[in-house]
């Protein structure tokens, strides 16, 4: 039993600098939305140009470039919003996750759990495969949290 609890809390480890990590590239992706409208097409297009040129017909890489061409104020304003909100506080929590602060472990699950089940209505709705996976992500960082929570609170 304590060789998966090392398991555990290695992988929630790697989960929390994973989403350390998110969080940054996700604060700085909410600047660059809002700031940078042709750097979001170019970027577009640089991550699809390799699946273009193998099949000139892909319909997901051609659905990405027209998406980033499309965007209007409003929806760069949202998408904006959502990633700095949601970078803010992955990073916020997993600083105070770091620091063992006791109060964050059930304020990540509530908070993981409430982006999680807007994640789902999006996919729902939207029928989103990235967004499927990150969700399958989040569950597991969910699940990780709660083990890790249980494994510290056993310990004092």
Known sequence: MKKINSV????????????????????????????YDKLVQLEA??????????HHNDFIAKFFI????NLSINTRHFISFYLFFHGAMN???VI???KKKM???????FLFSIFLA????????NHSVGLAVVSVVDVFMIILTW???RRISAKM
């Open 45 to 54: 297009l640089a991550l699809t140009n390799y699946e273009l040129t193998e």
């Open 96 to 98: 105070s996750i770091y």
């Open 103 to 109: 109060w964050a472990y059930p304020l990540a699950i």
């Open 8 to 35: 555990i809390h290695y992988l929630f480890l790697a989960a929390v600098v994973a989403k350390a990590f998110n969080g940054i590239v996700e604060i700085i992706g909410s600047f660059l939305i809002l700031s």
């Open 66 to 69: 027209d998406s980033a061409h």
């Open 147 to 149: 083990l890790e929570y």
């Open 118 to 125: 807007y994640q789902v209505f999006r996919v729902y709705h």
């Open 91 to 93: 990073f916020f929590l």
